[in-house]
């Protein structure tokens, strides 16, 4: 039997194999091939040179007897060549093994024999199933099977007892099972990407857990267990079909950040002010139509999404958030704001556009340390003159609204870069815009301008300037002093013709003057040597 077995295979490594796999060890010792292995295993430098070299400790790379460390000798050559690695050594006293983006499509059971690993990566391959006895690598704390096509994972994997960190996202998982409850240590969980319809309840028994990944499932509730993870930090949910949320998340004392966007939620539990500890709360893409009032304990709350819903109000109670940074309530139905978000002392960044607001509270004059304040399409025919007192803002936008006038205390507005007014009902701006030394870019296109003050000609570090699509008659030749205007759009006016000393804008790259009444065009302006003109 034996030296048929020898005779039909071609590769000596199967050989030795399948000898020390499946023959009995009577007949493994009276083989003369095997004992000739013997003798060639022992010569291996796993055993002797490297060993006392690299001071091994023998006892790990001796087995209990003879003829188990040959077996073992054989399974690290297996490996080697399957893998690619170089010394036997190496890869008994191997930590980490990487094989990620490879084209694998199987593991070898042998990593089983791997006792040191800690790591091991085998993500972004064609990976179908994993071996049982993986689940033997009871050293191993980190896991990536990321990016591969895993229907299912064993059970025997959760007996993984170190294992902190498991990556599972990128796979085809439809069910988990139970005994996942059996990976006490784990910390990082990745269960992303997969086409799982529920979680199994015992998922709430891993005390240690710092970071759950259910994002892109297809997940329509999660179970209450979930509020048992103590120690949990960050919980990404968005991107399944949730319909509710239980209260019980209202528990995770320790939560840092909730990810619920892009999911069909109509209501949230009034628990979830309960989150002390929460930081960013992202609930946008939803089917929201109130927000509960007991968010405003949310006393650590950075970041609130709330933009793509169906809300009409904004609780007053969202005031308190004395910490909050970003309010993001875009894409809404909001017709008023509560008055109360003036006392929002560290926003950075107030999104409310495409709504239907009519006026704005001049208590957000009050916001000193706002940099973004974005009220475009909304139903806007004035703003209150406070917003002048916004020293640190750099970017407002106003745009696509029905105002028509602008408060000549927006001038004081010093750090201001950016300024959109354009779609509006405009016929005049205040001469004070020209007191903005700061600004970049002014847009103030698709007005009802019949002219503009000569002060803007003040606005040193001017870089766009857009007045197309008004009723200028005339532009003021000061505006010749813009050194640093690079875009000049007077388009679709009724201009007749263009001060002579636009020839000392010499950093104008575009020029555009098209659809006007220009019977020519100054000769100066032949001397802007780098500009497109369009006439």
Not at 181 to 200: A, C, E, G
Not at 426 to 438: H, V
Request: charged share 15%; with cysteine.
């Amino acid at each position: 039997m034996l030296y048929s077995l020898i005779y039909y295979t071609n590769q000596m490594d199967d050989i030795y194999y399948t000898i020390f796999t499946f023959l009995p060890i009577k007949d493994i010792i009276n083989c003369k091939m095997v004992s000739k292995l013997f003798y060639t295993v022992s010569k291996l430098e796993i055993l002797w040179k490297e060993v006392y070299i690299n001071n091994f400790n023998v006892s790990n790379i001796f087995k209990i007897n003879y003829f188990e460390t040959c077996k073992y000798c054989v399974i690290l050559k297996k490996l080697c060549k399957n893998y690619t690695i170089s010394s036997y050594v190496d890869l008994h006293n191997l930590q980490r093994l990487y094989l990620y983006n490879k084209q694998l499509t199987t593991i070898s059971k042998e990593l089983a024999q791997l006792n040191n690993l800690q790591e091991l990566n085998f993500g972004n391959n064609q990976l179908q199933s994993i071996p049982p006895e993986i689940g033997q690598l009871n050293m191993l704390q980190r896991f990536d099977l990321s990016s591969n096509q895993l229907q299912s994972i064993p059970r025997e994997i959760c007996q993984l007892n170190m294992l902190q960190r498991f990556y599972l996202s990128g796979n085809q998982l439809q069910i988990i099972p139970p005994e996942i409850n059996q990976l006490n240590m784990l910390q990082i969980f990745d269960l992303s990407n997969n086409k799982l319809t529920t979680i199994p309840k015992e998922l709430g028994h891993l005390n240690n857990l710092r970071e759950l990944d259910l994002s892109n499932n297809r997940l329509t509730t999660i179970p209450k267990e979930l509020g048992q993870l103590n120690n949990l930090r960050e919980l990404d949910l968005y991107n399944n079909q949730l319909t509710n949320i239980p209260k019980e998340l209202g528990h995770l004392n320790n939560l840092q950040d909730l990810h619920l966007y892009n999911n069909q939620l109509t209501t949230i539990p009034k628990e979830l002010g309960q989150l002390n500890n929460l930081q960013g709360l992202y609930l946008h893409k939803n089917q929201l139509t109130i927000i509960p009032k007991e968010l405003g304990q949310l006393n650590n709350l950075q970041h609130l999404y709330l933009y793509n819903n169906q809300l009409t109000t904004i609780p007053k109670e969202l005031g308190q958030l004395n910490n909050l940074q970003y309010l993001c309530s875009y894409n809404n139905q909001l017709t008023n704001l509560p008055k109360e978000l003036g006392q929002l002392n560290n926003l950075q960044g107030l999104y409310l556009h495409n709504n239907q607001l009519t006026h704005i509270p001049k208590e957000l004059g009050q916001l000193n340390n706002l940099q973004e304040l974005y009220l475009y399409n909304n139903q806007l025919t004035n703003i209150p003159k406070e917003l002048g007192q916004l020293n640190n803002l750099p970017r407002l936008d106003l745009s696509n609204n029905q105002l028509i006038m602008i408060p000549k205390e927006l001038g004081q507005l010093n750090n201001l870069q950016q300024l959109n007014l354009s779609n509006n009902k405009l016929t005049n701006i205040p001469k004070e815009l020209g007191e903005l030394n700061n600004l970049h870019q002014f847009n103030l296109s698709n007005n009802k301008l019949t002219n503009i003050p000569k002060e803007l000609g003040q606005l040193n570090n001017l870089h766009k300037l857009y007045l197309s699509n008004n009723q200028l008659i005339t532009i003021p030749k000061e505006l010749g002093q813009l050194n640093n205007l690079q875009i000049l759009d007077l388009s679709n006016n009724q201009l007749t013709d263009i001060p002579k000393e636009f020839n000392q804008l010499n950093n104008l790259q575009i020029l555009n003057l098209s659809n006007n009444q220009l019977t020519n065009i100054p000769e100066e302006l032949t001397q802007l040597n780098n500009c497109k003109i369009h006439h």
